[in-house]
């Protein structure tokens, strides 16, 4: 029994390291009201511009707005929630491209002395086909 519980153990592990994602990039960004963060996402010939801000945080829910390859979007994220990120995908799926590259936008925390919000971004990107360029807030 006890034998079959060590293996059961290296099991668990060992297949969720083989499914765990490794993040090629983490940033950090903080925004205030209405200020717009943009990212130049460049791959092959292609050069796309992902921006989003927040306009609202309220009950503890922060309004965000967003728009990525003429695709635009709203979402209300939330702390210590299970609806606390975004995901953009980032390239269209293909049929040599399955696991396509995306970006994670994770909602970390609120500054309330400063009113800033604070996100985490993280670059999901397998194949590293992309460069992402962090232009100026606007």
Known sequence: MKKNLQIFIFLVF?????????FRE???????????????????????????????????????????????????LYLNHKNQSFRVELKARGADNYNVPYVLVKFKEFKYETKEAVFELFLSDEKQQLELKYLDKA
Do not use: C, M, P
């Open 14 to 22: 060992g297949i969720s390291n083989i499914f765990a994602n490794d």
């Open 26 to 76: 983490v940033k950090e960004i903080t925004l205030k009201k209405d200020e717009q963060t943009k990212i130049l996402v460049k791959y092959g010939t292609f050069e796309k511009l992902f921006k989003f801000r927040w306009t609202l945080y309220t009950n503890e829910g922060l309004v965000i707005h967003r728009s990525y390859d003429r695709k635009v979007a709203q979402n209300v």
